[in-house]
């Protein structure tokens, strides 16, 4: 079992950065797969970005891509999303969840077994 919990969001002027923190409870952190995604008022749920297990690769959804930047630090059991020239279309909720099997892409929220509470992340123009 793995209990999620993000931190970092808060409110920004467009062109600006945020760095959200996911911090993971459990020793079985580092064979995870983690992620990221966001759900603004009235959207369905969307991928933003995914990194694997090692940190050795990583995958993003393309309205973010040169943008935002996924990390993980195993040692301190941590997920990082890198927020940079933000847009107000990337106001939403952001949420890190765990994929243990790792079978696919890791772009559909149904492949993730563990989701954290969330954190708001409002860009105002």
């Known amino acids: 079992q793995v209990q999620l919990v993000e931190s970092g969001g808060g409110l920004v002027q467009a062109g600006g950065s945020l760095r959200l923190s996911c911090a993971a409870s459990?020793?079985?952190?580092?064979?995870?797969?983690m992620g990221w995604f966001r759900q603004a008022p009235g959207k369905e749920r969307e991928f933003v970005a995914r990194?694997?297990?090692?940190?050795?690769?990583?995958y993003y959804t393309d309205s973010v891509k040169g943008r935002f930047t996924i990390s993980r630090d195993n040692a301190k059991n941590t997920v990082y999303l890198q927020m940079n020239s933000l847009k107000p279309e990337d106001t939403a909720v952001y949420y890190c969840?765990?994929?243990?099997?790792?079978?696919?892409?890791?772009?559909?929220?149904?492949?993730?077994?563990?989701w954290g509470q969330g954190t708001q992340v409002t860009v105002s123009s």
């Open positions: 990194i694997s297990w090692s940190g050795g690769r990583t």
């Open positions: 459990g020793r079985t952190f580092s064979s995870y797969a």
């Open positions: 969840a765990a994929d243990w099997n790792q079978r696919g892409l890791g772009d559909s929220r149904y492949e993730y077994d563990y």
